[in-house]
């Protein structure tokens, strides 16, 4: 495994309320894969407009594209809404686009999923980060958080009560450091593809007969 650097693990999270669960379960998460030697950084959501509300060149859209391209392995935290992911982080990820020329944001990069719920434990918000993780091309562990009563585990001060929620948490964090180390110097071969090859291939000789027609 590579340790020649810190793993750049990223946290998006999706409330904006003064007592964001989904917030404190993100920042407990981040406390965590820190103890394991993992360097954090968090989006704050706060003034991210709707996807197509503004031009791509707004400054929080800029900032969470640059987050995102600095970040090998990154995590997201929702309350679940409705059943699913909240609005906020679902906007989120839609200003993280595929591709950026010839830059991809996300592609080859860890994706570790949590959710708080008000109520009993459930897993439509995981679900359906693990289809937006996968739709992103991230390679998504295979354990993941959800946290049921929210309010009930977390003290006063943000930081949440030993239980077997934040055990699992510590599972999340070991298990996405882990896949991060051991991902990062193979990303380029595993997201090698035939047809992007074969498009490139194209490319350059539909570029090298234009060349000879000048």
Known sequence: ????????????????????????????????????????????????????????????????????????????????????????????????PLSIGAVRPTQGRTLAVMQVSGGSQSFNAVNTMRILGRWMRMFTIPNQSSVAKAYQEFHEDGTMKDSPYRDRVIDV????????????????????????????AARKIEQTANQALQ
């Open 173 to 200: 964090m070991e298990e996405l450091y882990r896949f991060t180390i051991l991902l990062r110097d193979k990303v380029d071969e595993l997201t090698d593809r035939y047809s992007e090859r074969k498009a490139e």
């Open 1 to 96: 495994m590579s340790l020649d650097r810190k793993p750049r693990i990223l946290f998006l999270y999706g409330s904006l309320r003064e007592r964001s669960y989904s917030r404190l379960l993100a920042e407990e998460a981040a406390r965590i894969i820190e103890e394991f030697g993992a360097e954090v950084k968090f989006f704050n959501p706060y003034g991210l407009p709707l996807h197509g509300a503004e031009p791509e060149t707004h400054p929080k859209v800029q900032e969470l594209r640059e987050l995102s391209l600095w970040s090998e392995g990154q995590v997201w935290s929702s309350p679940e809404l409705h059943g699913n992911i909240s609005g906020l982080l679902k906007t989120q990820i839609d200003w993280i």
